[in-house]
DNA sequence: CTAAGCGAGTCGGGATTCAGTAT
DNA sequence: CATACTGAATCCCGACTCGCTTA
């Protein structure tokens, strides 16, 4: 760890890029946009250091339930210990840290402790004045505020909210080139489309590319573009202003013209799907409604669909939707009884439970053999559960159920389905997509947009991830009577199942969701939202995306600050400074508190004195579990005073079990990031150092090479931003079953070319003195143990195939009357294998195998430049599978990578998009699609 | 020898539902 | 604190790949 490099401040590492004068390669090409903290010091700073991380995270695999503990010890009857030893049992009453004045008070293990805080108070004098000796601060700070770019200044003093693609720094694109360049785009893209796609886009495309051409010389486009019948081609967002060509009407107007539109049709919109929709759920559903739309074609034909990105009508936020209409939500269906035949067993004798009981038995009957099932916490929390259910019922040890009979049974109907055959499910689907249709969609402001878990939650056992405290414990199911529907005034409210009402119905337009509840497991509440393809969501996600770019202009002054602070001689502002610098090297979360009652992870703030160890003279190891109690293990190299600063937080009186930052909390933090920027919060800089991230990773790629090649590149910077992220994913546990399979494989493959050689030498003797180093032995397979194995795994593989391909011959034969061949047949096929065996037999004691009739060297060469080809893509596949089994690209990639830089990447390299983005993120991100060119900037 | 067909196994993607953050 | 929204891993199923056979 070359820590005297990594030990120079910050605004060292970032005067040194802004200058330009460091030789980074990431360097920004204007020189001020600021980079990510993390790049330390040179050009291969951010690889070198994600590639350290890659390697130290110990492969973190997430850490399985320790108490492997059978149920099977141990009666029900000692639950009540069980649980009581479980979890901190042993911990102190907790003190509140504001009033508590008891100085005795035992120490809280969890929570900042008053006598901590009270600690930190005294030493506050002595050490923290004492360690500030190199004072900076102030002046110097105020110095640099007045270098900050005008832009920001210009902005955060007009338009809080800057409208998207306004006020950065690419706005000196000349507009011609830019228009250009975006047409160019545009015809790639469609040429890399697949035919079906392209198709469907054709004449949309080649109107609106034609209307452009054309006025690309003079005219004005919008006009052109209209008499085409289309909307004005906008670029919007990102990169361009639209300070066009098109004429000197002031933004504003241009504006509010945009907004207009679009609402006016709503409203036509509204009036129609209005009938559409009301009657559907009384008359129509059944023969009416499938003749009269297929969905494709409806979807081609209305819609003109509503591109929201290409109008600018920010509406201040709060208000979501003027006209709202759907068809609420899908119950699932009753429970049904089993058959009488099938019962649990308590004391090997079967009991008859009330419905309600068996339900919730059979939950756990079709879990036995799941992990869960073995977990004590589990069973446990089911048990009391379930003993709350079974009212009369004597059953009270969980030893003496059986629910073996239950499982059987739900294993009976699952092979069942299976049977059924591809029609039989085909038949099942289609009529299960039948009842789903009507909620597949609803109306918002007119435009049809998909719904996203319209499906109440049905009942079940509660899993929880990593140690839930709450696992196990039965999820109920929802009744109506708990389901409140939120719709526009002007809709038909849909019916709730008959003999039921719901909760309540309200219609709030401040709010996204069409209906909620509240769950019995932790008292969450439940939402039904937008699907993410729909404009609201998709617009929220713009809307991240253009926040975390702002972060750009502020961060450089907000990285100052905290470095300064990082000396503060109040222990508020230095926890936050200190958090601060965590967050934004690190990517942690905010850290928000949590209650015993939940799993037991933590954030940033949330950190607690045993998952920090420093390690002299300035490397940092973390080690806890983070969200989805997913392990967080990494040991960085810190500059100095945070070091410092740390070793400071875990100061004793702390110990096992304290906070860490005991003066700060997520509000605290957040609510001083929101004096730099509108809207910016902790989470802003886990979304912009991964988009960072991202951009400097794929400028590094160069644009050459075959088209896989440039995928392979793209993965891998995707790969850096998920290792950025922490985001995991747990081996699979037939991963290494496929490794060795693979490897075995590849040993095959080298043996095979072993062979080929051999065959070559048996033509040929004398080449093994002409080029010695061909004919050596390859020393992956200079086992004869495992040749000689292999060996008789390849005659065996071959007789079975012999008699297989016998059988089915035979089968034919029978099929078509004639008649069978007769075992001897058999016998006679099966003489290769002799010829086989006898030639491994030569081949084993000379090493020389009679080469097939017609071989050349010649051929034979070929062959064996084939099957290097395929070892070679063989391991290559291993490795990555290998390097990949704990890394999850999907995470980043549809929530913190800016989409436009990925459709920025594929235009640019010439990538075809789908390669990247499948259907439904090309759905989600089309306003990123349509909106960015080859050389958009995060 | 190539193209097409075939079956098993793998993989990717969407659905699910729980876990966070933020105000 | 409740509310509302984003983010997350995993489950599960369908589709596709791959190696092999057959025409």
Known sequence: MSSSEDDRPLAAVRGARTNG?????????????????????????VSSRLDKMAN???????????????????????????????????????????SSEDSDAPLNKRRRTSNGIRKENGFKQEDISSDDDDVPLAKKAAAKRRNMPLTTLVKREKKPPAPPGGGSSDSDIPLATAKLAKEKQRIEQKAAKPAKEMRAEENKATTAAGAKRKSAGNANTSELAKKAGKAPPKKTNGVKKEESSDDDVPLAKKRKGAAQKPIESTKKATGKKTKDIDTKPTAAKGKGKAKEETPAEADEEEEEEYKWWENQAETDGTQKWTTLMHNGVLFPPAYESLPKHVKMKYGGVEVTLPLEAEEVAGFFGAMLDTQHASNPTFAENFFKDFQAI?????????????????????????????????????????????????????????????????????????????????????????????????????????????????????????????????????????????????????????????????????????????????????????????????????????????????????????????????????????????????????????????????????????????????????????????????????????????????QEQLDEIPNEGAVHEKYAAYNLANKKVAILCNHQRTVSTTHETMMQKQEEKIKGLRYQKLRLKRMILSLEPTRKKKNPAFFKPDPEIDDEEWIKEHQFSLVEQEKERITKKFEKDNEKLQENGEKVLKDKELKERLQVIKDMEAEFKTENKTGKIEPKRGATVEKLEAQIQKMEERIKKQETEAQVREDNKTVALGTSKINYIDPRLTVMFCKKYGVPIEKIFAKTLRDKFKWAIESADGDWKF
């Open 21 to 45: 004068t460091s030789s980074t390669v990431s360097a920004d090409t204007n020189g001020t946009t600021p980079g990510p903290i993390p790049t330390n010091k040179n050009s291969k700073s």
């Open 56 to 98: 130290k995270s110990t492969n973190g695999v997430r850490p399985i339930n320790a108490a492997g503990i059978s149920l099977v010890n141990g009666s029900v009857e000692d639950s009540g210990d069980l649980r009581r030893g479980k979890r901190k049992g042993h911990q102190a009453p907790i003190k509140e840290s504001s």
């Open 390 to 694: 079974l009212k009369h019922v004597n059953i009270l040890s969980f030893q003496k159920c059986d629910f073996k009979p239950m499982y059987d049974y739900f294993e009976e109907k699952k092979a069942e389905k299976k049977a059924l055959g591809l029609a039989g499910r085909k038949a099942l689907k289609a009529e299960k997509d039948k009842a789903e249709e009507k909620y597949l969609y609803c109306y918002l402001d007119g435009r049809k947009e998909k719904v996203g878990n319209f499906r109440v939650e049905p009942p079940g056992l509660f899993r929880g991830r990593g140690e839930h405290p709450k696992t196990g414990m039965v999820k109920a199911r929802v009744q109506p009577e708990q389901v409140t529907i939120n719709i526009g005034k002007e809709a038909t409210v849909p019916a709730p199942p008959p003999g039921h009402s719901w909760a309540d119905v309200i219609h709030d337009n401040t709010v996204t969701w069409l209906a909620t509840w509240k769950e019995n497991i932790n008292g969450n509440i439940k939402y039904v939202m937008l699907a993410a393809t729909s404009s609201l969501k998709g617009m929220s996600d713009f809307k991240k995306f253009e926040k975390a770019r702002e972060l750009k202009n502020h961060i450089d002054r907000i990285r100052e600050d905290y470095t300064r602070d990082l000396k503060s001689e109040l222990m508020a502002d230095r926890q936050r400074a200190t958090a601060m610098y965590l967050i934004d090297k690190l990517a942690l979360r905010a850290g928000n508190e949590k209650s015993d009652d939940e799993a037991d992870t933590v954030g940033c703030c949330s950190l607690r004195y045993e998952h920090i160890t420093l390690e002299p003279p300035n490397v940092v190891v973390f080690d806890f579990l983070g969200k989805d109690s997913i392990r967080f293990y990494q040991k960085t190299p810190v500059i100095h005073q945070v070091f410092k600063n740390l070793k400071i937080f875990k100061k004793a009186p702390k110990t096992k079990g304290d906070m860490i930052f005991d003066r700060l909390d997520t509000t605290q933090l957040n609510k001083h990031l929101q004096n730099y920027m509108q809207g910016l919060s902790a989470k802003v800089f886990r979304t912009y150092n991964a988009s960072w991230t991202m």
